[in-house]
């Protein structure tokens, strides 16, 4: 008899989620559904206010990449003013991007990735959380802390606040950097270092453990989109967009914030509030594309800094040409820690960092204007248009999350596939189904710029769309 | 020899105080620092009484007396705080959070506004009555300030320091109620209006419904204390 499963809510996700798996007679999964269930209209509440309020707004979306919102719409709102930002001002936010970047990259890893990979997948889910893992590896732990500390500290000493930050505002940021918040930076570096190697080590120690989920974990061909500085390397605040086919051949280069609309549309399905970013000239579905961490290391030759370097060769080593499988977003999370840390520290020793011109004034001399950023889990793009007065008449929002979504449902259909039996569900199953989701680091809220808390089901429905069977976590 | 000053003598919250006759119950508790919450008052300002929430009780009557206008007089007894109204107070409150929209969050100024000075000090922690959401305009057509009438609480700030200190009167409130409006000229856009320039009403509004264009994103205080010194130096001349 065919059965729906499901899984309500996903845990140890950042928002609401369910998922719903159909089988068929034998028990084997067919059709897999990722549902985000909440939605909450900032790109419709936010008309009528002064553009310039846009950043602080927008940064609302979400409390834990508020850095991104913050720096995506104010590269719009300078599009829109058509300025060019003062040096210090634009290093002065790299710094707070790429901290935001490994504060939520070690949530991401420690907090709600580490206990399926540390503890198992299958491990007893009394015990399968942040804590089990600080049970278990004390030092692990502790690294995972000092790392969120890390970047959050630098996120509140340079922009006065841990979540909601202001500082970055059109034209760049309200104050320069001080000798003194530097060297409290500087301070905090060699701990970090060392956190981020033990990370890597007791990720490298079980990752062999994981072959099968790695192969089967949206593992597929696919596009990659992401943000290239002109001289190569990493890059996560300025730049222009790239997007590379599954084999690594370059399908559009140079492309603007400005053209992020013609090239790329965004798909509506009935069963979730989150839209299917795709590229236009692929259509939808064809036009799958994947953004974060994993794209973005697909995308470069070198991060730029040289322990990252050493990781991104071992990264480039699991495939030839770029690197299929979801699973390897949580290794290359972590190589993006490394680079974040090295790249902190090197902005910070350049003299001009402490320059006091950090803002460009001007009024509104375009009346639309787009910005993009990487926010750790992937491109964000951010286009408003305004009158002359500079009052807000339109916004739309790709969200990263967004960009994965067609991914993210592939691949729990994938992993669906290999794992679940319909006719006996174990708990370990459904982990791995959830797994697959929590490889994206998906930030829900932010996608369906939404809020709430963050349950996730599993539902089983047999043909007919009769209800069999569900496993419901609750928030 | 100079003219003698006819001198009060009241309590104020038991404490024994004197007061020149011409003296307001609010004027003598400030110079006392005993705190009485208002929003329209300001010093330099005439008074208009309008927001109600110095209100204070006088020994041996059922009424409340609004503190800004009630002149001092021989033997008053006067209660600033008691629990009766803190309830008054905390509702006046809540009619202002309900009746325009004040999200302080994304307010610019948040952390400088005295509205959400005083809602805090007056222990506000919920407003009990619906949001009413009004669907308000913003005014940005001034090259270099923005009125956003979804912060105004119609202090008439704006509408005195405009007409009694600058002289110009380029605002002033339309409508009765709660429909009232406060405007530039004959509700022209304020970039259009007869407007000086000179930021006084930006400097004494005390929530975040008229702003600088160039400090938002940046804390920035109102210093509406030159108002004093601005009517003292035109007294001496």
């Known amino acids: ?475 | 020899m100079s003219a003698s000053v006819d001198v009060k003598t009241l309590v104020i919250d038991g404490v024994d105080v004197s007061a020149r006759q011409d003296q307001t119950v609010l004027d003598v508790a400030r110079e006392n620092n005993i705190f009485i919450p208002t929003l329209c008052h300001l010093e330099g300002l005439s008074e208009v009484g309008a927001c109600r929430l110095c209100l204070v009780e006088i020994k041996g009557s059922p009424k409340l007396f609004p503190a800004c206008v009630l002149k001092v007089e021989e033997g008053m007894e006067v209660i600033t705080h008691s629990e009766r109204l803190l309830h008054y107070r905390q509702t006046i409150l809540e009619l202002l959070f309900a009746e325009r929209n004040h999200v302080c969050a994304v307010c610019v100024a948040n952390g400088n506004c005295e509205l959400q000075t005083i809602a805090q000090s007056q222990r506000l922690t919920h407003v009990r009555l619906p949001y009413r959401n009004p669907k308000l305009p913003v005014d940005l057509s001034h090259e270099r300030f923005a009125a956003d009438h979804n912060r105004c609480i119609l202090c008439t700030r704006c509408v005195r320091v405009c007409a009694e200190i600058e002289g110009a009167h380029v605002w002033d409130v339309m409508g009765r109620g709660i429909d009232s409006m406060v405007i530039t000229d004959l509700n022209d856009p304020w970039g259009s209006s007869s407007c000086t320039r000179c930021g006084k009403c930006v400097q004494v509004c005390p929530t975040g419904a008229l702003f600088d264009k160039s400090k938002v994103g940046v804390s920035h205080p109102k210093s509406p204390e030159f108002l004093p010194y601005l009517n003292l130096m035109r007294e001496e001349q």
């Open chain 1, 1 to 475: 008899m065919s059965r729906t499963i499901v899984i309500d809510p996903v845990t140890r996700l950042e928002g609401h989620a369910k998922i719903t798996l159909k089988t068929n007679g034998a028990g084997g999964v067919e059709e897999a559904y990722f549902h985000v269930t909440q939605v909450r209209g900032f790109e419709k509440f936010c008309e009528g206010r002064p553009f310039y309020e846009m950043p602080s707004l927008m940064a609302r979306i979400c409390g834990i990449c508020p850095v991104s919102h913050l720096i995506a719409s104010a590269k719009a709102c300078e599009a829109i003013l058509a300025v060019e930002i003062p040096p210090a001002a634009a290093k002065l936010r790299q710094l707070l991007n790429l901290a935001q970047m490994i504060q939520s990259h070690a949530l991401s890893f420690f907090y709600l990735s580490s206990p399926d990979l540390l503890l198992g997948m299958d491990a007893d889910k009394a015990d399968r959380h942040i804590f089990g893992v600080v049970k278990a590896m004390p030092e692990v732990g502790r690294a995972g802390v000092q790392l969120r500390r890390f970047g959050q500290r630098i996120i509140e000493i340079l922009a006065g606040k841990r979540i909601h930050p202001g500082w970055v505002v059109p034209g760049g940021v309200t104050e320069p950097l001080t000798v003194a918040k530097r060297d409290e930076i500087l301070a905090m570096v060699p701990e970090s270092c060392a956190s981020i190697l033990l990370a890597l080590d007791a990720y490298k120690l079980v990752t062999d453990k994981f072959q099968e989920e790695a192969a089967v974990f949206a593992n597929f061909p696919s596009m990659f989109l992401g943000l290239m500085p002109p001289d190569g390397g990493l890059e996560f605040t300025d730049g222009t967009l790239r997007l590379i086919d599954a084999t690594g051949n370059i399908v559009l280069d140079g492309m603007e914030a400005s053209s992020f609309d013609e090239e790329f549309g965004e798909a509506v399905e009935p069963f979730t509030f989150m839209k299917f970013p795709y590229y236009r000239k692929m259509g939808y579905p064809d036009g799958c594309y994947r953004v974060g961490p994993l794209a973005r290391l697909n995308l470069v030759d070198y991060t730029g800094t040289p322990r990252a370097d050493v990781e991104l060769r071992e990264f480039k080593a699991l495939a030839e040409g770029p690197v299929l499988g979801s699973f390897y977003y949580h290794y290359a999370r972590l190589i993006e820690i490394v680079h974040g840390i090295e790249t902190i520290e090197r902005i910070l020793a350049e003299p001009d960092i402490l320059d006091a011109h950090v803002r460009a004034t001007a009024g509104v001399n375009r009346l639309e204007g787009s910005g993009v950023a990487e926010a750790p889990r992937g491109t964000l793009m951010h286009h408003y248009k305004v009158d002359e007065n500079g009052q807000m008449l339109w916004a739309n929002l790709v969200i990263a999350t967004g960009q994965n979504n067609m991914a993210m449902n592939r691949g729990i259909l994938q992993a669906a596939q290999h794992y679940v039996d319909g006719n006996r569900l174990t708990d370990g199953m459904l982990n791995r189904v959830e797994a697959v989701i929590r490889t994206f680091d998906p930030c829900l809220s932010c996608s369906t710029h939404a809020f709430g808390e963050m349950p996730m089901v599993v539902e089983l429905v047999d043909p007919d769309g009769k209800h069999l069977d569900e496993r419901r976590r609750d928030a």
